[in-house]
């Protein structure tokens, strides 16, 4: 790994420096990288434009904010009357680097760059379990290590995104006409973002509670069904969703008559398929897409590959376009 000065950043150097540090001295260094990767991210969310990307690095920045908190309390818990203190050892993320975002190979190479700074830190908290001296310090590593792989791997789906829309030629804001398949959820919420900051109005059905699908779109008005078995407002029973396809056309030709975009979002195409057959699926994609191309809109959905046979999941593909 190198930094931005391209000078070698050795995980071995940095695994000697902290093999002998206490177990308090460690969670010092912690809190302190911590503290500054939250700063790094924030500064990369500033300068993002594309709406996805700003989301993501907002996010990161303040789950190192929860990190840094988390292992705050818990250096007060165990040394209640001391405070973190500078320990000499090299930082474990690489130096940072601001680059200017305006192409999608920018944004690209800063996720890039994340992902490679967050599996070295993976890495190295890794390999300094294996050679700490104390059971205290081996926890305390393993679990540091554990929260760099969730970093990794979100930026990792976020990066597969955007190569998958860059390959196929898939732009939120010129999308064309039809159906879309995501094998995540998270990427498809982050297309999503970008689909509403270009002024596409969204209605979804989704099986996660609704605040929770709400949270990642920061305030932005979506109608939103749930499919749930609990009696609540504003859900519906999973052998109901075909009373819902009429609605959702509705809405897409109201759009269209505005003069705007409207999409409708599945969500687990797979729970879908459970809950009322693959015919009856199908059907509900099928009647939806066609009223998406009639109306100049879009059918976004998700689903997991291995919910259906090789057969079905041919012929789901064959109507929706895998993006990623």
């Avoid at 931005?4 to 050795?10: H, L, M, V």
């Avoid at 050679?131 to 554990?146: G, H, Q, S």
């Avoid at 596409?200 to 099986?207: F, K, N, Q, T, Y």
């Amino acid at each position: 790994m190198e930094n931005k000065e391209g000078s070698a950043i050795s995980m071995d150097g940095i695994v000697e420096a902290l093999r002998d540090k206490s177990p308090k001295e460690l969670l010092s260094y912690a809190i302190f990288n911590e503290e500054e990767e939250a700063k790094y991210y924030a500064k990369l969310a500033e300068k993002a434009k594309r709406a996805s990307i700003k989301a993501l690095f907002i996010k990161m920045s303040e789950d190192s904010k929860g990190h840094r908190d988390w292992l705050y309390r818990l250096f007060k818990k165990l040394y209640p009357d001391e405070e973190p203190v500078k320990v000499e050892a090299p930082p474990v993320e690489v130096a940072p680097f601001y680059p200017e975002f305006e192409s999608v190979e920018d944004y690209l190479s800063a996720l890039k760059y994340c992902m490679e700074s967050e599996l070295f830190a993976k890495k190295t908290y890794e390999l300094l379990a294996k050679v700490a001296r104390d059971e205290d310090t081996k926890a305390f590593a393993l679990n540091l290590a554990a929260m760099e792989e969730d970093h990794y791997n979100s930026i990792r789906k976020m990066y597969e995104l955007m190569l998958s829309l860059e390959e196929k030629e898939i732009t939120p804001e010129k999308l064309e006409p039809g159906g879309y398949l995501f094998t995540d959820e998270l990427k498809a919420k982050y297309f999503l973002i970008d689909l509403l900051e270009s002024g596409v109005e969204l209605s979804a059905v989704i099986r996660e509670k609704p605040e929770k699908f709400l949270e990642m779109l920061d305030g932005s008005k979506v109608s939103v069904v749930w499919i749930t078995r609990t009696e609540v407002d504003g859900s519906i029973r999973p052998d109901k969703i075909p009373m819902l396809k009429k609605m959702f056309c509705r809405f897409l030709g109201k759009t269209s008559e505005g003069r705007g975009k409207g999409a409708v979002f599945l969500q687990n195409l797979s729970y879908l398929a459970l809950e009322l057959g693959f015919k009856s699926m199908m059907d509900v994609v099928l009647y939806l897409k066609d009223c998406a191309l009639l109306y100049d809109g879009y059918i976004l959905a998700t689903a997991v590959k291995e919910a259906f046979s090789p057969r079905e999941w041919a012929l789901l593909t064959s109507e929706l376009k895998e993006v990623s």
